[in-house]
């Protein structure tokens, strides 16, 4: 076997590459990622291809595959979201696929539908919209970021002959807000709407909704007909990757049965990455939903923490209740910078994940109340000075 190597200065390259890596994850406060799992055990399986190839509910010929690790996450995550005993899903390259599958499904049940999508809603549903072809209108949201059923209602109103397809948030991208799935099958009620889809767009915060209290109407229980969830935010896995749950009449639009891979091809994707779902199997068996429900609690609690003492400092802040997000306003370009913050029209915000500690907290409010003290203190002076320049 031939072997090739790096050349020294290539080596070094990434050696630096690293730190900077670790640097970045030390101030990381504004996007959704957990970095305290560490699950040693999937290391080791990075020395094979694992490719999850076609339908998980069929093994392929191509025998190095993880499917029945993909088969139990998929069973977890079912009996978290209530499915009924016939469910479809597969462990998707992340939201966005688990989004389009979703999307796809319900344009094939409704080729004439039309969707109706929050404007706090993730950018990749736009897209999605775009790419399938499917005519979207985007619903008002409240000032706290949760669809606006009023104007939802409207819309229908305004296109009682076509179905409706609608996104649901839970955990919008920028505030956290989550809609009610029975306030849009309400609406439906209302406007006497018989062909519908409800997708949950639950990338954010699927993992842990089921465990809020009070809890959020958001799953297949609920009237949800398929959920997606991310596997690299709360769930922390390296590798992006996502989950989908769907009824089992979402399956098979484009199934063909594939001679060549001996397995029926069901996916968006094709050779699917089977290490993700070692990993994610691993966090399941070794949390369990006992696991993922303290996470929670660790976080609620970060998150209240942060924002009362962001409100004794005297900064403008709130978040959504059960929500791990906390909404800072005006916050000094350095400190954004600094901590990695999302900002939109002068909001930023903070996501508590499980693997921010206080310390980290503590070191942002730090230097949250040396700029503001230093705004403060920059105050007076200037009046002085404006008062003296009239004079
Ligand atoms: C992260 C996220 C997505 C997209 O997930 P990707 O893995 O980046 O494709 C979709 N919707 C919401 C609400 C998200 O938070």
């Given at each position: 076997m031939t072997h090739y190597y790096l050349s020294l200065e290539d080596e070094e390259r990434l050696h630096k590459f690293a730190s900077s890596l670790e640097n970045s994850q030390r101030f990381m406060l504004g996007y959704p990622v957990a970095s305290d799992i560490q699950c040693p055990e999937f290391l080791p399986f990075f020395k094979w291809l694992i490719n999850n190839v076609g339908d998980p509910f069929v093994d392929p010929l191509y025998a190095l595959h993880s499917k029945s690790f993909e088969r139990e996450i998929l069973a977890f995550f079912a009996d978290l979201f209530r499915a009924p005993e016939k469910y479809?899903?597969?462990?998707?390259?992340?939201?966005?696929?688990?989004?389009?599958?979703?999307?796809?499904s319900a344009r094939e049940q409704f080729p004439e539908g039309i969707l109706y999508y929050s404007d706090a809603t993730h950018y990749s549903i736009a897209k999605i919209a775009f790419v399938l072809?499917?005519?979207?209108?985007?619903?008002?949201?409240?000032?706290?970021?949760?669809?606006?059923?009023?104007d939802l209602r409207q819309h229908i109103n305004l296109n009682k002959d076509k179905p409706a397809i609608v996104v649901a948030n839970i955990g919008t991208t920028m505030t956290e807000a989550k809609d009610d799935i029975h306030s849009i099958q309400y609406v439906m009620q209302q406007e006497g709407k018989k062909d519908f889809y409800i997708h949950c767009d639950a990338a954010m915060s699927g993992a842990y909704a089921s465990f809020l209290q009070p809890r959020p109407a958001f799953d297949l229980s609920d009237g949800a007909?398929?959920?997606?969830?991310?596997?690299?935010?709360?769930?922390?896995?390296?590798?992006?990757?996502?989950?989908?749950?769907?009824?089992?009449?979402?399956?098979?639009?484009?199934?063909?049965?594939?001679?060549?891979?001996?397995?029926?091809?069901?996916?968006l994707s094709g050779s699917r990455d089977g290490h993700a779902i070692i990993y994610l199997w691993c966090v399941i068996r070794s949390m369990g939903k006992e696991g993922l429900?303290?996470?929670?609690?660790?976080?609620?609690?970060?998150?209240?923490?942060?924002?009362?003492?962001?409100?004794?400092?005297?900064?403008?802040?709130?978040?959504?209740?059960?929500?791990?997000?906390?909404?800072?306003?005006?916050?000094?370009?350095?400190?954004?910078?600094?901590?990695?913050l999302a900002t939109q029209n002068g909001w930023s915000h903070i996501i508590c994940m499980p693997s921010v500690e206080r310390d980290r907290i503590d070191e942002f409010l730090m230097d949250c109340t040396n700029a503001h003290t230093s705004m403060l203190s920059n105050r007076p002076h200037n009046e002085e000075y404006a008062v003296i320049n009239a004079a």
């Open positions: 479809w899903g597969y462990v998707t390259s992340g939201g966005t696929e688990a989004n389009m599958y979703a999307l796809l072809r499917i005519q979207a209108i985007a619903v008002k949201t409240t000032e706290k970021g949760e669809m606006d059923y009023a007909d398929s959920i997606s969830v991310s596997g690299h935010k709360f769930l922390g896995c390296p590798l992006p990757c996502g989950i989908l749950i769907a009824k089992s009449s979402c399956r098979s639009w484009m199934e063909q049965q594939v001679s060549y891979i001996a397995s029926s091809d069901t996916t429900k303290s996470r929670l609690q660790y976080s609620l609690q970060t998150a209240d923490y942060l924002l009362r003492q962001l409100q004794v400092v005297g900064i403008e802040s709130w978040r959504n209740p059960g929500a791990i997000t906390v909404m800072i306003k005006n916050l000094d370009q350095n400190i954004i910078r600094k901590w990695q």
